[in-house]
């Protein structure tokens, strides 16, 4: 086998391992979604994820944010919207 072929191998290997870990980052986060929290969970739930991670937010409206978590305060969070030009806060 010439190293040409062994080079294609490695990256078809590389292709599919990060599709294997997008489907599995998707899914945890999607464990989370789809279930009512009050605000002491919430807060916990964005403590674990972390300031500056990847959130989406569906609110009680069904109004969906998706974007990075800025900040996490007592009454309400910050979110930095994927398409957005400032943040948006999300009371809990």
């Known amino acids: 086998m010439s190293i040409h072929g062994n080079s294609?191998?490695?990256?078809?290997?590389?292709?599919?391992?990060?599709?294997?870990l997008v489907v599995v980052l998707l899914v945890q986060?999607?464990?989370?979604?789809?279930t009512p929290m009050d605000a002491a969970k919430?807060?916990?739930?964005?403590?674990?994820?972390?300031?500056?991670?990847?959130?989406k937010v569906t609110e009680a409206d069904g109004t969906e944010v998706t974007g990075m978590l800025l900040a996490i305060g007592d009454n309400q969070f910050e979110v930095w919207p994927r398409r957005g030009t400032q943040g948006v806060f999300i009371s809990y």
């Open 29 to 34: 986060s999607v464990a989370v979604a789809g």
């Open 8 to 20: 294609r191998a490695v990256f078809r290997f590389a292709r599919f391992f990060a599709a294997s």
């Open 42 to 55: 919430a807060k916990q739930v964005l403590a674990k994820r972390g300031v500056g991670k990847g959130v």
